[in-house]
């Protein structure tokens, strides 16, 4: 439901985003009660050679990178039981996760272009009107429980008809997580 896309100009290995991606669908899937098949995250590296991107910060071009810093954008469902705050207190999450992953060592043999180069200059959440995902219509947000009803027949079919091992995964998850098997009840 959620689509999660880091743009970084910092390099990331593999395994960091692995790392970032799960702790990014971890947050997410525990803040707002959404089954992990259902947290999209891609990443989108801006290499330094690229002319494609110029980024500018207060109208001139970023200093230590020309494609700017690393950002991360999502586009997530809203409502009003779901108030800034929340997404204040995800995107600090996110953030400390980023560094957390980015900064493996402590960091005290980084130079300033170094540091510069992990610092993350903005998580920022825009709302997502409408989108089918996964063969079904996401829920608008507060409605999880009855869209998880409504759809666990397809969810189950997609699973054991269609051997479909990311549907599985996420049965295991729904009947493994106390949150989410609760809103089957």
């Keep these: 439901m959620p689509f999660y896309e ?5 390099p990331l290995t593999a395994t960091q985003k692995h790392t970032l991606a799960r702790h990014i669908t971890h947050l997410h899937s525990t803040t ?3 089954p992990s098949l259902y947290v999209n995250v891609v990443f989108q590296y801006l290499a330094p050679t690229s002319t494609s991107t110029t980024y ?3 109208g001139k071009p970023t200093a230590h990178h020309p494609a ?6 999502a ?3 809203v409502s009003p039981q779901r108030t800034k705050a929340d997404f204040d207190a995800l995107a600090l999450k996110i953030e400390n ?3 957390e992953v980015v900064n493996e060592t402590d960091g005290s043999g980084d130079t300033a272009e170094a540091r510069a180069s992990k610092k993350m200059h903005f998580v920022v959440f825009h709302p997502m009107i409408a989108a089918r995902e996964n063969g079904v219509t996401i829920p608008d947000a507060g409605n999880e429980a009855s869209w998880l009803k409504d759809n666990m027949p397809y969810f189950k079919s ?3 008809e269609h051997g479909d091992q990311q549907f599985k995964d996420m049965l295991d998850e729904v009947e493994s997580r106390a949150d989410l098997k609760a809103l089957l009840s």
């Design 32 to 34: 707002f009660l959404t």
């Design 158 to 160: 997609q699973a054991y």
């Design 75 to 77: 586009m997530v469902r």
């Design 6 to 10: 880091i743009q970084h100009s910092h």
């Design 97 to 99: 996760k980023w560094y």
């Design 68 to 73: 700017g810093p690393n950002r991360i954008f």
């Design 56 to 58: 500018f910060l207060a």
